[in-house]
C-alpha cells in the first residue's frame, strides 16, 4: 500500500532564533570519509506514547546513521552519566551542557502515537554543537505500519542537511536467493530490513533489474525451460513474459528514462548486446564484433552503453554508443574483468576484475584513468550495482562462507552484510527512491 506522509517544515524563531546553514559539511567524494561525531540523546515519548514506540524510533534511527558511513553513533549508552537520561529536543540556550558529549552535532527528537487512529507524529531538530546552532526541525506524521519508512526519511533528511544530498534508506535491493535447485528473487531495505520474497515458481531466477519507476522488475526466468525475460512487481503480482526469443534474453538494463532495456541475447551462436523498447519491440543489435559480449549498463545520460567482450582474447570492459556506432575499450588492467555497473553520477564505472586469484571490486573513470580496488582480499567479491546516489555499492561476496549480498561506500569504506542470511545470494540490483 503506498504511503503518504504529511511533511511539515517549521522554523520556531523563540526557541532556535539561530537557523542558518550548517556549519559541517561532508565532502562525501573525499577519497577517505572523515565520520561526522553525532550525539543521538534518547527519543521523548509525548502524551501516552508507550516506551516501546520511542525505543523502535531509536534503534532504527541509530543503526541508519550507523549504516550510512557518515557518522559516528555516540548513543545513549556512551554519554556522560549526566546526559544519559536526557530526552527530547532541547534549546540554543541549553546546548553547551551537550558539548562534554564528545559530538559536533546533535540530533534530537519526540514521538507521539495517537493510541486510537494509531497515527504517528515523528518531530526532530538538528543542532551544531560547536557553533551553538540550530540547523534544521521537521515533523513527519503518518499511519504506524509505516514507522520504518518515516524513520527513514528523517535519516536522510540528516544526511541531506550535512552532506548536500539525500540518503538513501528508503530505498530497496532486489537479489537471488538460491532454494534448492532453483534460484527466487528477493528484496530488502537498504538497511536489510522487511525481507521479502518476490518470485515463487521454483525454477531458476537470475537477474534482477529495476524499472526506473520502481514499479516492477526485470529478470530472466527458465520457468518454461528458455532463459526469457519476465516482468514482475516487488509485491510478485502481474508476472508477464516481456522477451522470449530463443536462446539467451539475460542481463536486462533499463535505458535511464525508462525506454528502452539492453540485454544480452544469443541468437546467432553467440552472445551480442541488443536493446528493445519497454514493450519487448524494435529490437536492435547494437555489438557485432567477433567476441561474446554480455552484461549491458547504460550511462545516467542514456548514450552510451558499458558491457563485457571478449573480443580482445580476455573478457574487459567496453564502452559503446547506444547506437553501436562507435566503441572503446576501457580496462587494460589485469585478464578478467566483468560486471561493470556504471554510476548514476556517470563518474565511475565498477566491475569484477580477477586479481589475485580472487575475484575483487574495482571503479574506474569511463576514460580508463583512476582504477581502484575497493574490496579487502578476502573471498571473492562480484556483482557490484550502484545506489541511485552514487555513494554506495551493493555487490556479493563469499568472505564470510556463503555467498551474500554485501553494501560498502562508494570508496571501499564501511562493507558489511546486508541481512543475516546464511547465504546463497546474488545479483543485487538496486531500486530507486520510494519517497
Given at each position: 500500500m503506498k504511503k503518504i506522509f504529511s511533511i511539515l517544515t517549521f522554523l520556531l524563531l523563540f526557541l532556535f532564533p539561530a537557523f542558518g546553514a550548517a556549519r559541517v559539511i561532508l565532502d562525501i567524494n573525499a577519497p577517505t570519509l572523515v565520520q561526522i561525531p553525532m550525539v543521538?540523546?534518547?527519543?521523548?515519548?509525548?502524551?501516552?506514547?508507550?516506551?516501546?514506540?520511542?525505543?523502535?524510533?531509536?534503534?532504527?534511527?541509530?543503526?541508519?546513521?550507523?549504516?550510512?558511513?557518515?557518522?559516528?553513533?555516540?548513543?545513549?549508552?556512551?554519554?556522560?552519566?549526566?546526559?544519559?537520561?536526557?530526552?527530547?529536543?532541547p534549546n540554543t540556550l541549553s546546548l553547551q551542557e551537550w558539548m562534554p558529549a564528545g559530538g559536533e552535532v546533535l540530533l534530537a527528537g519526540e514521538a507521539q502515537l495517537d493510541p486510537v487512529s494509531l497515527q504517528v507524529r515523528l518531530k526532530f531538530h538538528l543542532f551544531d554543537l560547536v557553533e551553538q546552532r540550530h540547523l534544521v526541525g521537521k515533523q513527519y506524521e503518518g499511519h504506524f505500519q509505516?514507522?520504518?519508512?518515516?524513520?527513514?526519511?528523517?535519516?536522510?533528511?540528516?544526511?541531506?542537511?550535512?552532506?548536500?544530498?539525500?540518503?538513501?534508506?528508503?530505498?530497496?535491493?532486489?537479489?537471488?536467493?538460491?532454494?534448492?535447485?532453483?534460484?527466487?528473487?528477493?528484496?530488502?531495505?537498504?538497511?536489510?530490513?522487511?525481507?521479502?520474497?518476490?518470485?515463487?515458481?521454483?525454477?531458476?531466477?537470475?537477474?534482477?533489474?529495476?524499472?526506473?519507476?520502481?514499479?516492477r522488475i526485470a529478470f530472466t526466468s527458465y520457468l518454461k525451460r528458455n532463459p526469457d525475460l519476465y516482468l514482475i512487481d516487488p509485491d510478485g503480482n502481474n508476472l508477464r513474459r516481456f522477451s522470449s526469443h530463443p536462446g539467451l534474453n539475460l542481463a536486462p538494463s533499463w535505458s535511464p528514462d525508462g525506454k528502452k532495456v539492453a540485454l544480452m541475447m544469443g541468437m546467432e551462436g553467440k552472445a551480442e548486446i541488443f536493446v528493445m523498447d519497454h514493450e519487448g519491440g524494435d529490437l536492435k543489435k547494437i555489438t557485432k564484433g567477433h567476441g561474446n559480449e554480455a552484461s549491458p549498463t547504460w550511462s545516467p545520460d542514456g548514450k552510451s552503453i558499458a558491457f563485457v567482450s571478449d573480443r580482445s582474447g580476455s573478457p574487459q570492459i567496453y564502452i559503446t554508443s547506444a547506437d553501436g556506432a562507435s566503441i572503446r575499450r576501457v580496462t587494460y588492467?589485469?585478464?578478467?574483468?566483468?560486471?561493470?555497473?556504471?554510476?548514476?553520477?556517470?563518474?565511475?564505472?565498477?566491475?569484477?576484475?580477477?586479481?589475485?586469484?580472487?575475484?575483487?571490486?574495482?571503479?574506474?573513470?569511463?576514460?580508463?584513468?583512476?582504477?581502484?580496488?575497493?574490496?579487502?582480499?578476502?573471498?571473492?567479491?562480484?556483482?557490484?550495482?550502484?545506489?541511485?546516489?552514487?555513494?554506495?555499492?551493493?555487490?556479493t561476496s563469499n568472505r564470510a562462507g556463503g555467498a551474500k549480498v554485501f553494501v560498502m561506500n562508494w570508496n571501499g569504506s564501511n562493507?558489511?552484510?546486508?541481512?543475516?542470511?546464511?547465504?546463497?545470494?546474488?545479483?543485487?540490483?538496486?531500486s530507486g527512491r520510494f519517497d
Open positions: 543521538l540523546p534518547k527519543w521523548k515519548a509525548m502524551d501516552k506514547t508507550p516506551g516501546t514506540t520511542t525505543a523502535k524510533v531509536y534503534e532504527i534511527l541509530a543503526n541508519d546513521l550507523t549504516i550510512s558511513g557518515f557518522f559516528k553513533v555516540i548513543d545513549d549508552r556512551h554519554l556522560p552519566p549526566g546526559l544519559q537520561n536526557k530526552e527530547g529536543i509505516s514507522l520504518r519508512n518515516m524513520v527513514h526519511r528523517v535519516s536522510d533528511e540528516v544526511i541531506l542537511q550535512l552532506t548536500g544530498e539525500r540518503g538513501v534508506h528508503n530505498t530497496k535491493i532486489a537479489y537471488t536467493v538460491s532454494q534448492g535447485e532453483g534460484k527466487e528473487i528477493f528484496i530488502a531495505d537498504f538497511d536489510g530490513a522487511q525481507v521479502k520474497q518476490v518470485t515463487q515458481n521454483q525454477s531458476i531466477n537470475i537477474s534482477p533489474a529495476w524499472t526506473p519507476d520502481n514499479r588492467e589485469g585478464n578478467y574483468n566483468t560486471n561493470p555497473s556504471w554510476s548514476p553520477k556517470g563518474d565511475w564505472i565498477a566491475y569484477c576484475g580477477r586479481a589475485g586469484g580472487r575475484y575483487e571490486i574495482f571503479t574506474i573513470h569511463p576514460d580508463g584513468s583512476g582504477l581502484r580496488k575497493l574490496t579487502p582480499g578476502s573471498g571473492s567479491n562480484e556483482s557490484p550495482q550502484w545506489s541511485p546516489d552514487g555513494r554506495y555499492i551493493a555487490f562493507q558489511r552484510p546486508l541481512t543475516a542470511s546464511k547465504g546463497g545470494e546474488g545479483s543485487p540490483a538496486w
